[in-house]
């Protein structure tokens, strides 16, 4: 529904000042009791002979907010456009105000769940697939909405349409809500509902890659399959890889099989050009993985694929592979050429591999209806 005109500027910077209030006096609430922000001067730098450090104590919301301010003054273009919390209950335009309460149990405890569509061309690729499987995560961690499914669709297209972003990512949250710094969320009132519109020139992956097996243990099934906000093995993983001069990294399960990459998905074509994907029973079912396997039948009627199967793969048995690669959503497929130091088939890119990332990016760009969200950015 449009929003209708103020009848004259003085009534919108009424309208604003009355926002910019309910906003501050929001932050000045939680700094009370949950916001710690230590700023250093020019004077508290001088860390000479244990000199003390004196911690800024910031004496009103206003205060606050300009410093705040100051961090986004000198950014010519926002990265983050806009974002929406169920706490303010609106969207914000202003990077500097986009926070959340620290005592929120997503914080605290990492009990959120998350997920990510892409917007592409004023578009939003897949984002029923990935708002669903968002409520299935949000099930699994025992995590109720704030709102029915239509209203979270609402929010998230409202969002996009305000950030007047075209090509980014759309990445939203669902937490237990904020009350308090205990392990149970019975303190949390209501749950929290955040989303942020985040302006990324992303473009379709065609150099190859190198990667390393984890020594990271990778998480167990019951926390592998949810799309839940614990990242620490999946940082640490990526972390380990970059240490090594490699990409990412790929993770093992505990029977020896190949699994997936610490955000992404793998896939393999073997030398009988089969295309194959680990079974999704122990990892992250991913949403453009499961796209990949719906498309790729099209290069098995053009014989250029034998067959496609979900199996698993010995780490022999995926080192041997003709061609292999990471599927995920902004890549949307990323060649592998060199594993542990081992090149992946004659070490160049794969010809299939592209033929799938032309079918994906196809899709991402000029796919049906059912797969694309045309957003409307003059509301």
Not at 30 to 57: P, R
Not at 164 to 181: E, M, S, V
Not at 291 to 298: S, T
Request: aromatic letters at 8%; one cysteine or more; charged letters at 20%.
């Amino acid at each position: 529904m449009r929003s209708q005109k103020p009848h004259n500027q003085k009534e919108q910077s009424t309208k604003d000042s009355i926002l910019n209030n309910s906003l501050l006096h929001s932050i000045a609430k939680w700094s009370a009791s949950t916001f710690l922000l230590i700023t250093m001067d020019k004077k508290s730098v001088e860390a000479e002979n244990g000199s003390e450090f004196k911690a800024h104590v910031f004496s009103s919301s206003s205060e606050l907010h300009q410093k705040l301010q100051e961090k986004w003054s000198s950014v010519k273009k926002k990265p983050y456009p806009a974002m929406y919390s169920s706490i303010f209950g609106g969207i914000i335009l202003d990077p500097a105000m986009m926070v959340i309460p620290i005592d929120d149990h997503m914080v605290h405890r990492g009990h959120g769940v998350f997920d990510t569509a892409i917007i592409l061309d004023g578009y939003l690729y897949e984002l029923d697939v990935h708002l669903d499987r968002f409520l299935r995560s949000a099930v699994s961690a025992r995590i109720s909405s704030p709102f029915p499914r239509s209203t979270l669709r609402s929010i998230l297209v409202q969002l996009t349409a305000a950030s007047q972003c075209k090509k980014g990512t759309l990445r939203f949250w669902l937490t237990a809500g904020p009350g308090d710094f205990l392990l149970s969320p019975a303190g949390c009132p209501t749950s929290a509902f955040y989303a942020v519109v985040i302006d990324d020139d992303f473009s379709q992956c065609k150099e190859g890659v190198k990667v390393i097996t984890s020594s990271i243990p990778m998480k167990p099934r019951l926390f592998a399959t949810v799309k839940n906000v614990n990242y620490l093995p999946n940082v640490l993983a990526k972390m380990e890889a970059e240490d090594k001069g490699a990409s990412a990294s790929i993770w093992i399960d505990e029977d020896g099989y190949v699994a997936e990459g610490p955000n992404v998905n793998v896939a393999f074509i073997t030398h009988d050009k089969e295309l194959v994907l680990p079974f999704f029973d122990k990892i992250l079912s991913g949403c453009t993985a499961k796209r990949l396997l719906e498309l790729a039948p099209k290069l098995v009627e053009q014989g250029r694929l034998k067959s496609i199967k979900t199996a698993n793969l010995t780490v022999d048995e995926a080192k041997g592979a003709a061609e292999m690669m990471y599927v995920g959503s902004t890549l949307p497929l990323l060649p592998i050429t060199v594993w542990d130091e081992q090149p992946i088939g004659d070490g160049n890119v794969g010809e299939l591999t592209m033929a799938l990332s032309d079918l994906l990016w196809e899709d991402m760009v000029a796919g049906p209806e059912t797969q694309r969200h045309c957003v409307s950015y003059d509301q």
